[in-house]
């Protein structure tokens, strides 16, 4: 069980860096001020397993960011076929726009990535026509970090402290499960195996 908390965890690093792999754009469940469930696709940007920790970069105008505020439940899934494992996590996620971790989170962005924070109105909001919301003069192009600027008062991070993480892996002669949980009170992982 071991192995497959190892394992959970070198999938998630690699897939920080790369992009063709299955985990690097998960889908990220929340739960709206309203109570209902809510999904999406994110990128995958920071796996540490010291920290037990994901970062996600946002816009800080999205509902999300409204539903986890300082703290709340988030749920984490992704599939890799070529590993035939799925992997769930659960943990808290919170939301920060500021301080030294969002600086460098926007400064490791690249201007294509910055200029994602420029859309106006706010991501999600309703529109007349289908629009990027981009400025006509930087939509299709490269920016400048001078255009770029004010998109950061719009970016923030969300970041998932993962307290359960469940490996499941496929295969036709019988798939496993096992689950491993974050104790606190020892500091350690507790593993267990499940019934796929």
Request: proline share 7%; glycine share 8%.
């Amino acid at each position: 069980m071991d192995l497959s908390l190892e394992k959970a965890w070198e999938l998630l690093s690699e897939a920080v860096s790369d992009r063709r792999s299955p985990l690097h754009m998960p889908a990220i469940g929340t739960v709206t001020e309203e109570g209902l469930p809510s999904q999406r696709i994110m990128v995958l940007r920071s796996a540490d397993p010291e920290k037990r920790q994901l970062r996600f970069n946002t816009d800080a105008r999205v509902s999300k960011v409204r539903d986890i505020g300082n703290g709340a439940p988030v749920s984490v899934l992704g599939y890799h076929p070529e590993a035939k494992i799925q992997l769930r996590l659960t943990g808290t996620g919170h939301i920060h726009r500021d301080g030294p971790r969002a600086d460098a989170a926007w400064d490791q962005a690249s201007l294509y990535g910055q200029r994602c924070y420029l859309a106006e109105p706010a991501p999600g909001s309703a529109v007349e026509e289908a629009t990027s919301g981009l400025p006509a003069d930087i939509e299709g192009r490269k920016p400048t970090e001078e255009q770029v600027e004010p998109a950061r008062a719009n970016f923030a991070i969300l970041l998932v402290d993962v307290v359960r993480i469940e490996w499941l892996y496929l295969a036709h002669t019988g798939h496993r499960r096992a689950a491993s949980t974050w104790d606190s009170r020892t500091g350690d992982w507790q593993h267990e195996w499940l019934v796929p």
